[in-house]
């Protein structure tokens, strides 16, 4: 049954793409109504796959399809249905602060190896830098082969403004990544700010006597064991929040602007393909990552990555992930939650690739010297400013000013920038999932530690 379903779905699928080309090139016509029902009985197919095959990741990326088809078949209706997805979002959200201190505090005061944090902290700092580094110089080089911002058009009125951003200066990123009232970072989801105090804290619990640690180490193993438990029951609210998010995507904006940045688009696109193949996969195979685990653990965090378009949204399923294929959660809660502000490659990735458009577009030629200031900047800007909204483009802008580059063709990247932010969010949560197991490798750890029953019992879905 599940094998008929799927192959079904596939070949319905094939037959509309057939026939949607065949009416735009004027080989033959076929009403949109027909073409509309061949789609629908596909994901009928789809559905029936997905309910035989039983598993959440399963039915996310069928509501993905689903979502997409309802964006464009219903708009009006797709776009009401956003209420969804951010009812997902911040269900989620509420699950990462409580989830992040219990078990950094865990990880921490719970084997009394303090030595190993600073270790930790000094390995992955350094991986990050490499890795996010090359990812800058694969965006450098898929902009400058592409030339994908050659012969745009400035738009003949700015009818917008571009959205308000805070001004950063280096001692305002650094500031920001300390927190001044855990009470107040909590309730902004600034994480960085959330595992600076979580590391801080179970420092400090960990100096103390047995007695005293005793108590409070019992209530964080208690909590976060009871935050993987919310997190699988919120979960399995997840297929209707993503799908609900893909739909107001296609609904709000539609499939036809893709035909007007689609060099952009496929761009980034490729860049993210290559820098997944050429770096991530290698360093998994030089790290003994069991490829088919990975893969299987990190399909769901980035599938809901993509379809809501933020990393948080994807956190608490990534740390259960990673720790179900043998990463031990001490590491898990310290590198993927401060991968979070160092380790965006998908992000690096598109600033450099973005910047470069922005020059092309503006008909302004960077000589090769000009572009490596522009990626040395990037490399430092990049850094550490995870909780400050439109972080990516805080720093376009910044960029631009610095390099006297308009700002106009920044509205062009606005228009697809959703669609660009779904696949290097993606890319985002793939490359701090990688990181701990590296790390994991790096430590002597990697398949030590046997995940508890929560995530055991969570990854079975």
């Known amino acids: 049954m599940k094998a008929r379903s799927l192959i079904a779905a596939l070949a319905l699928f094939f037959v509309a793409a057939?026939?949607?080309?065949?009416?735009?090139?004027g080989v033959f016509h076929t009403p949109a109504s027909a073409t509309a029902v061949v789609r629908w009985v596909a994901i009928v197919a789809l559905i029936v796959y997905a309910a035989a095959q039983r598993s959440l990741t399963t039915w996310i990326l069928v509501s993905m399809v689903v979502g997409a088809e309802i964006g464009h078949d219903f708009p009006h209706v797709a776009v009401n249905l956003r209420v969804l997805s951010l009812?997902?979002?911040?269900?989620?959200?509420?699950?990462?602060a409580p989830l992040l201190f219990s078990t950094l505090v865990v990880g921490i005061a719970g084997h009394h190896d303090l030595k190993q944090v600073g270790r930790m902290g000094i390995k992955a700092l350094i991986y990050f830098e490499v890795v996010t580094t090359i990812a800058l110089f694969i965006g450098l080089g898929a902009i400058n082969l592409s030339k994908a911002g050659v012969g745009v058009n400035a738009p003949p009125a700015l009818h917008a403004e571009l959205p308000p951003t805070p001004k950063q200066s280096a001692a305002d990123i650094i500031l920001h990544s300390f927190p001044e009232n855990i009470a107040k970072s909590v309730a902004e989801g600034q994480v960085l700010q959330i595992v600076v105090f979580s590391i801080i804290f179970g420092i400090a619990l960990a100096l103390l006597n047995d007695q005293r640690r005793r108590p409070m180490l019992t209530f964080c193993e208690s909590l976060?064991?009871?935050?993987?438990?919310?997190?699988?029951?919120?979960?399995?609210?997840?297929?209707?929040?993503v799908g609900a998010a893909i739909a107001n995507t296609v609904g709000h904006m539609g499939l036809g602007i893709l035909v007007n940045l689609f060099k952009l688009l496929a761009t980034l696109y490729v860049a993210l393909t290559v820098f997944l193949l050429c770096v991530l996969l290698p360093v998994a195979l030089m790290a003994r990552v069991p490829l088919r685990r990975?893969?299987?653990?990190?399909?769901?965090?980035?599938?809901?990555?993509?379809?809501?378009?933020?990393?948080?949204a994807a956190l608490p399923r990534a740390m259960e992930a990673m720790e179900a294929i043998g990463v031990p959660r001490q590491i898990v809660a310290f590198v993927i939650p401060t991968g979070y502000s160092f380790n965006l490659d998908g992000s690096t990735l598109y600033l450099a690739l973005a910047s470069v458009?922005?020059?092309?577009?503006?008909?302004?030629?960077?000589?090769?010297?000009?572009q490596l200031v522009m990626v040395f900047t990037l490399m430092l800007t990049s850094k550490g400013v995870a909780g400050v909204p439109r972080a990516s483009l805080v720093i376009l802008l910044g960029t631009a000013a610095a390099f006297h580059l308009p700002e106009w063709p920044i509205f062009v990247i606005l228009g697809i920038d959703e669609l660009m932010d779904m696949a290097r969010t993606s890319v985002n949560v793939i490359g701090n999932c990688l990181a701990t197991a590296v790390i994991a490798r790096w430590e002597g750890e990697f398949g030590k530690e046997q995940p508890s029953e929560t995530v055991q019992a969570a990854l079975a879905q």
Not at 87 to 96: E, M, Q, S, V
Not at 359 to 367: F, P, R, V, W
Request: aromatic share 14%; hydrophobic share 55%; charged share 15%.
């Open 18 to 25: 057939v026939l949607v080309v065949g009416e735009r090139y």
């Open 357 to 370: 458009f922005v020059a092309q577009a503006a008909g302004i030629h960077l000589s090769f010297g000009q």
């Open 294 to 312: 990975f893969i299987k653990a990190v399909a769901e965090p980035a599938s809901i990555a993509f379809a809501t378009t933020s990393s948080e």
């Open 224 to 241: 976060s064991e009871t935050m993987f438990k919310f997190t699988n029951i919120v979960m399995l609210f997840a297929p209707i929040g």
């Open 87 to 96: 009812i997902f979002l911040r269900l989620i959200k509420t699950i990462i």
